[in-house]
């Protein structure tokens, strides 16, 4: 029998448990052999809840008990959850994890942990929630040299921007409405801060890459500073904005991260994701582009790819480990040094200054009073340097993903 124990008996940890009690003969056969969740690891008490039995409060009855082969860490952060983690580690337990933040700050030691004691370090679950991402680039396409993946990774702030576009309600009422349907925390800072977006794109690199990339260096701007003008002159042109995590992969091996709102062409697959769905967009330089999508959070969705990862550890063991990434630190290219188009927002009176500036472009629309504007393609530097000789005349700007 394989037994089981899950770190957190939150949203994801309990819907760990409910996954494997309710397919347990697809759980238990496709691991070959029978699947047992032992224990559950909480601090809080639950009574009546059904598997009240299995809860323990101290970690190391989990660790100390040598039929536990498998830990679930659906725990969250990086304090008690990485102390857990490594521990279980350590007395070769293999771990399987859903926790974005502690993969994007520790993955690289963990996984050497794990290899070191001879068991696995997974964490499907931590990047594209029920989206098998993770796995289809260190499976399918290991034959590819990947040069870029494009990502819509966050559910809360696609629903909001996808919700100011086709109902034309404003960011503060929308998001309102996400906090009010469960797809936004009462703090939202992480998620509309583009930080939950960062942590993602930067196991997304790390992965693509072989090295370690520092979520906190990731070039991360949010889209609290999206209005509702920007919704409807991009609509008029034919574009979605979305927030993407863009990791580029250039011919030395330099790896550039950001996270930022995009205009997105409506032809591009990456605009017709909608509401709470993921994305990711995998260029490599064989295939050409793939694309991922499904449900990128939610309790079960997310908890079945961390079962999926309990199969792999169960049924391969060691061998299942991940050939990403080391901790040696990537080589990091600049972002100001890449090339977008980019909107601008202006007002009327400004327009002649902004297009002077930008020779080439075009205006796209106009809306209470300001106008859009497309540049041709220019470099961040550049972009930015003749944004501030305008200084005021640009209320807005966006980069263009084509």
């Avoid at 983690?85 to 070769?92: D, I, Q, S, V």
Wanted: net charge negative; aromatic share 8%.
């Amino acid at each position: 029998m394989i037994q089981v124990a899950v770190f957190g008996y939150g949203t994801v940890g309990s819907g760990v448990v409910e996954v494997i009690e309710r397919n347990n003969s697809y759980v238990s056969a496709n691991s070959g052999d029978k699947v047992n969740v032992k224990y559950i690891l909480d601090l809080r008490e639950f009574p009546g809840d059904p598997y009240e039995s299995k809860l323990v409060h101290d970690v190391e009855t989990i660790i100390n008990d040598d039929e536990v082969s498998i830990c679930c860490e659906t725990m969250g952060g990086v304090g008690a959850a990485y102390k857990f983690t490594k521990m279980a580690l350590e007395k070769g337990k293999s771990v399987c994890s859903s926790n974005k933040e502690l993969v994007a700050k520790h993955g690289a030691e963990l996984m050497r942990v794990a290899k070191e004691h001879g068991c696995a370090y997974l964490f499907e679950a931590s990047v594209g929630g029920g989206i098998p991402i993770l796995r289809n680039l260190t499976t399918a396409l290991t034959a590819e040299r990947i040069t870029q993946i494009a990502g819509i990774l966050n559910g809360t702030t696609n629903f909001i921007l996808t919700r100011m576009e086709e109902d034309g309600a404003d960011f503060d009422e929308t998001l309102k409405k996400a906090q009010e349907l469960g797809y936004a925390e009462k703090d939202p800072t992480a998620d509309i801060e583009g930080h939950d977006t960062a942590r993602k794109i930067s196991i997304l690199s790390d992965i693509m890459s072989g090295h370690f990339t520092d979520s906190d260096a990731v070039r991360t701007t949010g889209i609290t500073g999206v209005t509702s003008k920007d919704i409807t002159m991009a609509k008029e042109a034919g574009y979605s904005i979305r927030l993407l995590g863009i990791a580029n992969r250039y011919d030395d091996d330099s790896v550039s991260t950001m996270v930022a709102p995009f205009l997105v062409k409506k032809s591009h697959p990456l605009a017709g994701v909608r509401d709470v769905f993921n994305a990711i967009y995998v260029t490599g330089n064989m295939l050409g582009e793939t694309m991922y999508y499904g449900k990128g959070a939610g309790k079960l969705a997310t908890a079945s790819a961390v079962v999926a990862d309990v199969i792999d550890a169960a049924r391969k063991g060691s061998s299942t480990m991940y050939q990403g990434w080391d901790e040696t630190p990537v080589k990091a290219a600049s972002v100001s040094d890449m090339k977008y188009k980019y909107y601008v927002r202006c007002l009327d009176d400004k327009f002649d200054d902004v297009q002077a500036a930008f020779p080439g472009g075009c205006r796209i629309g106009k809306f209470g009073g300001e106008s859009g504007f497309v540049t041709e393609e220019i470099s961040g530097s550049d972009f930015e340097e003749k944004c501030s000789k305008l200084g005021d005349a640009v209320a807005n700007s966006i980069r263009i993903y084509e």
